[in-house]
């Protein structure tokens, strides 16, 4: 391989190449992996002089480092959950203008529809006579009429429910390490 030694990379492979050991957290006694020691120390974890641990890359999402974006800008930085439960207290508060338009004593004038579009409005579906039907609909210009609260009733989260997924769309790859290769040189 080519690689340097403490180089991580993503291998779309079912197993771990020569010269490599897979990112999933295993500890190493120094005695065992001197050189890979020599370049990644206890970064990623272990006790300083007895053993050392790889990164563990399994089930996440990698992220660049960014140093002018806060958040982005520490290597090895972790965050975010898998599922998510949704609470009334974890909704952020909204609403939704829903303008519709008041009917009296009109029953089937001209502005009356029978099906939606982009410039027609919900009535209060008045109708005259009992041949008439119902007009749910208007292109009538009084609006901001609110409605019954019986016509658009929510039921506010009171209790948890079943979790969602809060994973990003994802491929699955396996991380390594290189353990053989170049050593890394500082150039200054």
Known sequence: MDGFIGEIRAFALNYTPYGWVPCDGTTYTIQSQQVLYAVIGTYYGGTPGQNFKVPDLRGITLLGKDPAVSGYNVVGATGGVDTVTLTGNTMAAHNH???GVTRTGNGQTS????????????????????????IAYSNTVDLNV???????????????????SNVSPYLALNYCICVEGYFPVKVN
């Open 146 to 164: 609110p409605f019954a609260p019986q016509t658009i009733s929510y039921n506010r989260l009171t209790t948890a429910v079943t979790p969602h």
């Open 97 to 99: 203008q829903l303008k």
């Open 111 to 134: 502005g009356a529809q029978s099906q939606p579009g982009p410039t027609v409005y919900l009535t209060n579906a008045y109708a005259l006579g009992t041949s008439k039907g119902v």
